[in-house]
C-alpha cells in the first residue's frame, strides 16, 4: 500500500480518536466535556493514629472563621459532623481525672467563641425513638448543633453553613466525625427545618460530579503503616483488589449499607467455621466493633481463647494471651454476597492483627488490649465496624444505590490510580460514564470495547482513502485521442520553411513525416525527383463532388523544393506561399484585413520574423482558422469578444 494512503489514514484516525474516545469507564464521550466536568477529590489523611479504641488513622477538618484545624475519624453512617468543643472538652465535668494529653488525644478542641460564622441551632439528640444515628446500637449524644464553615483535608473543599454537631462527652465518641452520608439532617423542633449534607452540597455546587466516596480505615500494622484513605466520587484501584461482587443499598436510610455475610471461618492453630448460617448485616465505620450473633461470639471465644470483661464490657487480652495470638498468625475469613446463597461473593480475611487493638482511658482505668467484638441484642444490632474496614475497600454511589466492597492490596510503593465516578443524571449524556461502585467489572469491557471502535476507525479510514484514491486514478485527466477525421482531412499541408516540404496527413506519424529522420527525407527528395518531379494526390470525396489536387514541384536558387497547387502560380521564394482551402464548393479568398472585426481596433500581432527558425508542430490543424500568418493580417479571432465571459479553469 502507498505511504501516503498509510500516512493520511493514520492522521485522519489520529483526529477522530479524542472526539470519541473513551474514559476510564469505557462510555465513549467527547473530550471537550471530560475535560470541563467536575473530578474525584483525593482527601489526604493526617498521618495521625490515635483514638482511645484504636489505634485509627484519622483526617482533617477546618472549621470556623478563622479556621481551625482539628481531627476526626470517617463516619459512613452519619450526615453531619462532629467536633469536640473546647469549653467542656476537656474538663472535669467530663473526666474525673483530665488526661495530661487531652486536647492532642480527643483531635485538637474547636473553640466555637472565636469563630465569626459559628451560628447555633440548639442542643438535639443525635437519634430519637430508635430512628436515627446509630440508634439500634443504643447511642446516645445530645450535641450542640450549628451551622458553620467547613474545610475538609488540609487543602480540600470548604463549605458555609454546614450542620456542625458539638461534642463534650468522652462516649460514645471519644474523637469527632465526618459524615459521609447523603441524607439531610432534620431538626424537628425547629418546624421541621432540613439542612444538607456535606456530599450533597459539595455535588450541587460542581466540586464533585456525584453523590459517592469511598472509604477505607487503613491499617498501622501493615507494611510500614498504611493510612486510610476518602475519595468523593472515586475510587483508587491500586488500594484493593477487584471482584465481581456488588450489591444494593437497603432501604433504611439509617443502615443503608446492608450486605449479606454468608459465612465466617477461622484459621490458626486449628480450623472452625464461626458462622454457617447467612445474616443480613449492615457496614458501618462510626462504630469499631464487630457486632454478631450471641453464637458467633461464642465461637469467636473458643477459637480465641478470649473472654469478656464483666466490668468494661469489653473482651480484655492480657499481654501473654496477646503474645500467643500473634504467633498463632491467627486469620478470620469473612463471605459477603448480595444474596443469601451462592452468586457473586467476596472474601474479606482479617489477620489477627486487625482485632489486636488498644482501649485507653476512659474506656478502661489502665491501657489495655481489647478484642473488638460484641454481642448483638437482636438483628438489627448487625453490624461489621471499624476494624473490619482495616482490611476492606467500602465504596459507595447513592445515585445508582450500589455499593462495591472489595479486599485491600498491599503493595509497597503502588502508585495511586484514581477513577472519577459520574453522576447517573450524565450516564446518558455526553459527560456520562459508568458507575465505579458497583460496576468495575465494567471497565475491562470498556477498554475492549473502545479498542474494538479504535480498530475499526482505522480499518474505516483506510479503506476510505484507497477507494479515494483509486477514484483519482479513474478520473485522472488523460490525453484525447487523436481524431483521424482531422488528422486525415482533405487536405492537411503544413508549410515548413527548413525543409521546403509539405506533408500529406498520410505520412503523419511515419518515417516519412516533420518528426522523421533527415535521412528519410532525403531519400523521399530523391524518390519524388527519379519519378519526374510530379505525384498525384488522393481524392477526398467533400460535399458530394470529387476534387482533384495535385502537386507541382519547382525548384528554387538553393535548389530545395517548392509545392504548389495546380492553378496557382509560383510565389517569391523569400516569403512563404498561401494556402487556400476550397470547401463546400466556394472560393476561398485571402483575408485584407487590416484590423480583425469585432475588435475594436486591437494592434496588431508582432510580425513574424522572416525566415524564423521555429518548427510548427505537424500535428496543428488549420481547419478553423482565418487563413496564414501574414505579415499585414492579425491572426486573433473575433468568436470570443472583450465582453464574453470566459470560463476560469477550476
Partial sequence: ?????????????????????????GTITPLSKREDSPKAVV??????????????????????????????????????????IADYGCSTSVFETVPANCAVSRGNLFNRNESSSWHELGFFGINSDGVGLEANL???????????RIGLGLTGPSLENQTVAGIVDAEPFYLGLFGLNNQPVNFTSLGNFSSPSFLTTLKDRG???????????GAKYRLKQVYGQLILSGYDTSRFTENSASFSMAGDVTRDLVVVLQSISYSGTTSATLLSDPIDIFIDSTDPNLWLPGDVCDAFEQAFGIAIDDRTGLYIVNETHHNTLLDSNAEVTFRLSDVT?????VTIVLPYAAFDLTAEYPLVGNTSYYFPLKRA???????LGRTFLQEAYLSADYERGVFNVSACSWVAGAEANVITISSKDSSNSADGSSSGSGNRGGIIAGIVIGALVGAILVVAAIIYLIRRERKKKAYAARDPAPDMDVLTGPVHNHHSIRTGKYYSP????????????EGNRVSQEGASNDSGNTCESGQHELDGRDTEVSQTTTSDENGSNAHQLRGQSKQSNREPTPIYHELAGREVTKPALSVVPGMGGLPLRR????????????????????????ERVDASSNLVSPSTPVPRGD
Wanted: no cysteine.
Fill in 1 to 25: 500500500m502507498d505511504f501516503k494512503i498509510w500516512r493520511e489514514a493514520l492522521l485522519f484516525t489520529w483526529m477522530l480518536l479524542p472526539l470519541v474516545s473513551g474514559d476510564d469507564k
Fill in 43 to 84: 482527601i489526604g489523611p493526617s498521618e495521625y493514629f490515635e483514638g482511645n479504641d484504636g489505634p485509627w488513622s484519622t483526617f482533617n477538618l477546618r472549621v470556623g472563621t478563622p479556621e481551625q484545624d482539628v481531627r476526626v475519624i470517617v463516619s459512613t453512617a452519619s450526615p453531619e459532623s462532629f467536633v469536640v
Fill in 138 to 148: 443504643g447511642y446516645y449524644q445530645k450535641p450542640d448543633f450549628a451551622t458553620e
Fill in 207 to 217: 466540586f464533585i460530579p456525584s453523590l459517592s466516596w469511598s472509604y477505607t480505615a
Fill in 341 to 345: 446463597s451462592g452468586g457473586e461473593a
Fill in 377 to 383: 441484642a437482636n438483628a438489627t444490632q448487625y453490624t
Fill in 506 to 517: 498520410d505520412t503523419v506519424g511515419t518515417s516519412t513525416d516533420a518528426g522523421g529522420s
Fill in 607 to 630: 510580425e513574424r520574423e522572416e525566415r524564423d527558425d521555429h518548427l510548427d508542430s505537424a500535428f496543428v490543424s488549420t481547419l478553423g482558422t482565418l487563413g496564414w500568418d501574414d
